[in-house]
C-alpha cells in the first residue's frame, strides 16, 4: 500500500466511534436578515419555511435538520477545500474547542484579504458561533493507525490526498474525519462531517454566541462584549 492510499474495508476497521459537542462559524447577516421581517419566533420559523422550499433540494437524509447543519451540504461551492473536491458533496467542517473554530475561520477570511491586492483590512463583520453535537464512525488522523501520514494530513494547501481519503470515507461509510487543526496556534482538533451520519442530533445546541471578526494584514481580532480572540497572521504564511 502507497503512503495515504486506503482501501474502504481497511479504513473502516480502524475507525472509532467518537462523540463531542463541536464548535462552527457562520456569518449573521442570514440570522439578522430575516429576524427583521417578523415580529415573533412563530413568524420566524414560517419565513424560514417558506425560503427552505425556494432553496436546493437536499438528499433525504437530511430530512428534519436544522439549516445551519445542512447549510454546507446544500449549496456545493466550485473552491475545494482539506476534504472536499470542487465535485464532491458538501462537508461541514467544526472543531472541538471554540478558539479552534475561530482561528479556522479568521484564516479563510485573512486569505481572502491578503488574495486581494488592494484591501488593507476587511470591515468587523458579526458572526453567530453555534454547537453541533457530533457522532459517528470516525477516521481519527490523530492516531496510530493514520499518524504515519501526518504530513500528508497537515499540508497548508495541497488537499489532493485529503480530498481522496474523504471519497474512501464516504465509501465506508464513516461519517467523520477527526484531524489536527494547521491554522490554530495550539493544534486543536477539527473535524470533517461527510454526512448525516455524523451528526447525533438534527439540531444545534442552544448555547449561540455572538462575535465581531476584525482582519487586517497582520492580526485577526475576534470580540464578545469584553471577551476576545487574537491571531497573529504571521503564523499563517
Known amino acids: 500500500m502507497s503512503s495515504t492510499t486506503w482501501m474502504a474495508s481497511e479504513l473502516k476497521s480502524n475507525a472509532v ?74 462537508v461541514f467542517y467544526c472543531a472541538e474547542l471554540l478558539d479552534t473554530a475561530a482561528a479556522e475561520m479568521a484564516f479563510h477570511r485573512w486569505k481572502f484579504l491578503t488574495d486581494s491586492v488592494e484591501l488593507l483590512r476587511l470591515s468587523p463583520t458579526s458572526y453567530t458561533a453555534f454547537q453541533a453535537k457530533i457522532r459517528g464512525l470516525t477516521a481519527d488522523l490523530t492516531q496510530e493507525a493514520f499518524i504515519q501520514d ?8 495541497d488537499y489532493q490526498k485529503t480530498q481522496e481519503f474523504a471519497s474512501v470515507a464516504s465509501e465506508a461509510s ?9 491554522r490554530d496556534p495550539k493544534h486543536g482538533a477539527c473535524l470533517a462531517v461527510l454526512s448525516a451520519a455524523g451528526f447525533g442530533s438534527r439540531q444545534p445546541l442552544d448555547n449561540s454566541q455572538s462575535w465581531v471578526l476584525s482582519v487586517s494584514r497582520d492580526r485577526a481580532l475576534w470580540v464578545n462584549g469584553q471577551e476576545t480572540i487574537e491571531f497573529q497572521t504571521d503564523f499563517w504564511n
Open 17 to 90: 466511534n467518537y462523540e463531542a459537542n463541536a464548535w462552527r462559524f457562520v456569518e449573521s447577516q442570514y440570522l439578522i436578515a430575516t429576524a427583521s421581517l417578523v415580529d415573533s419566533v412563530a413568524e420566524q420559523s414560517q419565513l424560514d419555511k417558506l425560503l427552505e422550499s425556494s432553496k436546493p433540494a437536499l438528499l433525504s437524509e437530511f430530512d428534519g435538520f436544522h439549516t445551519l447543519l445542512t447549510t454546507p451540504f446544500r449549496y456545493r461551492s466550485t473552491i475545494s477545500s482539506r476534504f472536499r473536491s470542487s465535485n464532491m458533496p458538501g
Open 150 to 157: 501526518a504530513k500528508t494530513w497537515k499540508h497548508k494547501s
Open 174 to 182: 464513516v461519517g467523520l474525519i477527526r484531524y489536527e487543526s494547521v
